[in-house]
């Protein structure tokens, strides 16, 4: 037999880690979707005919809930436990009666003739593309659970148009189906798959399909599964039994390793080992830079369930709630007491750590199915439409009660520092953030609603938070970062959202191919925004937080403390590489480098200045 050289496959490293070992190829079971037009007579039995696949597949749904329970107890009150029991949840809950889900497949089948296979796929790939097209990474990879639910429903159909028991549609695997000591490779993952896998037996995964937000990723990353994903032919590339080493670093799958490739990654693997280790010691240790100035770190959160990882990471409190996704995927409008109680658990959950409530930003990508015909958006570029504190300003009847809701939580944790607790000395420890503002009227206007809503609440004799929570405005418009100055006095505190401040700033559309090249934060009209609106909350003595990408980009901490920023906000995960990086840095030196890159001429130029600033002995 002929030796092969060594073959690279790129796709996207999801789960960090290295794993050097056999492939098992994972066959894939991909439904049938025939499509034809049925006769109008036949409409009643299609119905019939979809509804058993429904009914099949909840069972399904429901002994797989049961199923990872069983298997994995200690998972129940983990961060991965409750993802995957949120995840069968809204899966089950589309298949309700009257769901958006159930009524676009019955409208397929009654209204255009549509055989069920057919109306499941148009109705699941409708809802799936209204994700998709969010620009919001988490959102967007939303799509892949509609499509997860979709193959289910799809498997079913199938079963029992042959007569064959639903049972025998190929379901989630048991753990014990997959061979020991296995790096496993699929067309896909469903986050259902990964939860069941076992990462003392699994070696990692790999997939041609998926991406970093998926909860594919998701759930490989809460196992400590080394992931790659989006792997192109992988499948037909590697056959059962190559040995591969996975870097879900770097995102690279290697075929037929050599000697010394195996002998390199063996010793990263150590190296890695080492460096999880030192950064697990940071956990309890301030965030501060060699001439002692403390820098806060805090976390950007969605969901309850994340509040896990934010004490695991060692964060100091919530910098972010996103509260949108209580809106998402849902034909009606959360009322105060379902949103009270989901901002109670992250409240009370943090203990007396800060807490920052986003109020809603939804619009431009952002869809929100029970808003209806509010968000119609009429313009040819939604981002620069009727969204965030624009939306909520039109719409006060849904502002209130989301109002009310975080009111009344805050109240409860100001009753929980009662009981005798003490609470850490940290400015705003419960704070209101307003989103996409742009002038001192909304400001204004948003601060009057806050008041009538707590005199509301007082008339209902509820508690209100004592002393009530900072009031805080998203820099994320150039309007906003140039006229700091001026709106500072009407506000608490600043949130600077990097991502949209650049956006609008370059007027460059990421998620365009065309133009997304040209998107860079270290524009130098991007730095000089944020560098005013610093010295704006300085001025008027004010705290300030960078929550977009670049605050979980240990590449950007020296820059971002140099232009007088003291508080990042992150995904929890970033957290200890953000650390260790302002553990070496030395915030006079990092003020010298942001009055640089303040004077560069472009990006590439403020990225020499980053890279001699690491690396002061390289040439």
């Not at 203990?351 to 939804?362: A, E, H």
């Not at 553990?583 to 130029?605: F, I, M, P, V, Y």
Request: glycine share 6%.
């Amino acid at each position: 037999m002929t030796d092969q050289k060594e073959q690279r496959l790129q796709g996207l490293g999801v789960s960090t880690g290295i794993a050097i070992g056999p492939a098992s190829v994972q066959e894939a079971h991909i439904p049938k979707v025939e499509k034809y037009t049925i006769d109008p007579t036949a409409c009643d039995d299609t119905r019939q005919h979809l509804m058993r696949a429904v009914t099949a597949t909840r069972k399904t749904l429901l002994a797989l809930k049961k199923k990872s329970t069983l298997l994995y107890p200690s998972l129940l009150n983990s961060g991965i436990g409750r993802e995957i029991t949120l995840l069968l949840d809204a899966h089950l809950h589309m298949l309700d009666d009257g769901s958006r889900l159930m009524r676009l497949m019955e409208h397929h089948i009654t209204g255009k003739l549509m055989n069920a296979s057919w109306a499941t796929f148009e109705a699941i790939e409708h809802i799936a593309s209204q994700f998709q097209a969010m620009k919001d990474p988490y959102l967007s990879a939303r799509a892949e659970d509609v499509r997860e639910l979709g193959m289910r429903l799809l498997r079913h159909i199938d079963a029992t148009s042959t007569a064959t028991s639903p049972a025998s549609t190929h379901e989630t695997p048991m753990p014990q189906q997959y061979p020991h000591g296995h790096i496993l490779l699929a067309q896909d993952f469903t986050p259902a798959d990964t939860v069941l896998l076992d990462p003392l037996h699994v070696l990692a995964i790999a997939t041609e399909s998926g991406g970093r937000e998926s909860h594919t990723a998701i759930m490989a990353r809460a196992l400590g599964i080394p992931a790659v994903l989006g792997v192109y032919q992988l499948t037909t590339s590697i056959g059962n039994g190559d040995q591969i080493v996975l870097d879900g670093d770097n995102g690279l799958i290697i075929t037929r390793p050599n000697a010394h490739t195996i002998k390199h990654y063996h010793s990263k693997r150590s190296q890695e080992k080492q460096q999880r280790e030192h950064l697990a010691t940071l956990k309890k240790r301030p965030a501060c830079t060699t001439d002692q100035q403390h820098i806060h770190l805090l976390a950007n959160i969605e969901l309850p369930r994340e509040c896990a990882h934010v004490d695991a990471h060692g964060a100091e409190g919530i910098g972010l709630v996103r509260s949108e996704f209580l809106y998402m995927n849902r034909d009606d409008l959360p009322d105060e007491e379902e949103q009270y109680h989901f901002y109670k658990d992250i409240v009370c959950s943090i203990g007396d750590r800060p807490v920052t409530i986003r109020t809603l930003d939804v619009g431009g990508e952002k869809l929100a199915t029970s808003m209806g015909d509010m968000l119609s958006d009429k313009g040819e570029n939604p981002a620069l439409g009727l969204r965030a504190i624009r939306f909520a300003l039109k719409h006060p009847h849904i502002f209130r009660v989301q109002l009310a809701a975080i009111l009344r939580a805050f109240a409860q944790r100001a009753h929980h520092n009662s009981t005798g607790e003490k609470a850490q000395p940290y400015t705003g420890q419960c704070r209101i953030l307003l989103p996409m503002i742009s002038c001192a009227q909304e400001i204004i206007q948003a601060r009057a609603i806050i008041d009538e809503v707590a005199q509301d609440l007082t008339r209902r004799h509820i508690p209100l938070p004592r002393p009530m929570p900072s009031i805080g405005i998203m820099i994320e418009t150039p309007s906003a970062a140039v006229a700091a100055d001026t709106l500072a006095p009407l506000c608490d505190f600043f949130s600077i959202g990097t991502n949209d401040l650049t956006m609008y700033t370059l007027a460059i559309d990421r998620g365009n191919e065309e133009v997304a090249h040209l998107y860079t934060p270290l524009h130098p009209a991007v730095l000089r925004l944020i560098h005013q609106s610093a010295q704006a909350a300085h001025k008027h003595q004010l705290s300030l937080v960078v929550c977009g990408e670049i605050a979980g980009d240990p590449f950007y901490a020296g820059l971002l403390i140099g232009l007088g920023v003291k508080e990042l906000s992150m995904n929890p995960t970033a957290v200890p590489r953000v650390k260790q990086r302002i553990l070496h840095t030395d915030s006079r030196q990092a003020k010298q480098l942001a009055d640089k890159a303040l004077k560069a001429l472009n990006d590439t130029e403020i990225i020499q200045l980053l890279e001699k600033f690491h690396h002061p002995d390289r040439p």
